[in-house]
């Protein structure tokens, strides 16, 4: 099992300029990759491409672009130029998005989402692929009249979904190669996750799926203090039903229960509850949250439990 940290540079006078200087860091504590999150600000995949340029040997993703309000060709165009730039270091993660931030920001339809998720990979996949395209979906079409390779991404583009409902997981497992699932615990990921991509891979002759989960966590002396900045930080993520689904399913009743805040022993427990569940890689994101000295003991603990 390998580890990584999820980089949060939106409050730096200059996010990319602080997102290398960070990565810098989590690269000399040992940590193998470093991910970016898609919102309406950084362009993610050109923040990848930046930060893997910079910082030679980590490995670099997007967790995730939501597929609404994106297009295959694009998204292609994005995700191959990474590649290239970090010569084969770039992961592309997949979402779904939401309702809210869908309709409020985009002006479309929330509409048929599995639907748009399957056409979505199967066109993508074609083009990170053979860097051509003919498809012609219910809702997608998407060809090239001319070539869309980018030259130095011929090894392709791993494609990521982050997915834990049951038809999701179907899509990821016949036409992904992982997950990227965020706010599941051990057991949710044991008893329900791995086991429905898993078998969605092999019904399709798929290899075994990376299962890349997104842990909230820090490695902390001050629990109750940050349970309650975690609790206040993680409420968002409840209005929503694959989290809060999610979340009961491992055994939690909000989000901060499947959160990981302890001293160095209790977390690296939980990692290897992970691991046991059927994780191939532990990513940490809200490490930052109790102040430079715990996120350095964090990211240390992270690089000592990479395999």
Known sequence: MTTGVALDATGADNQIDASVRLAHEAAAAGLRSAWFGQTFGADSPLLAAVVGREVPGLHVGTSAIPVFGRHPLLVSSQAQTAQAATHGRYHLGLALGTKLLTEAGFG????????????????LRQLTETGTVDFHGELLTATTP?????????????????AMGPQALRVSGELADGILPYL??????????VPAVTAAAEDAGRPAPRIVALVHGVVTDDVDSVREKVTEQLAFYEQFPSYA?????SGGRRAVDVAVIGDERTVAA??????????????FSGTEIAGESDRSRTWALLGELAD
Do not use: C, K, N, Q
């Open 184 to 193: 599941a615990g051990p057991r949710a990921l044991s008893e329900h996750i």
């Open 245 to 249: 689904r999610a979340i009961e399913l």
């Open 108 to 123: 479309i339809p929330f509409e048929r989402p599995i639907a748009r998720l399957r056409e979505f990979l199967t066109a």
């Open 146 to 162: 001319i070539p869309a390779r980018v030259p130095g991404a011929e090894s392709g583009v791993p494609l990521l979904v982050a």
């Open 270 to 283: 939980e990692v290897r509850r992970y691991r046991d569940a059927g994780v191939t890689e532990v990513v």
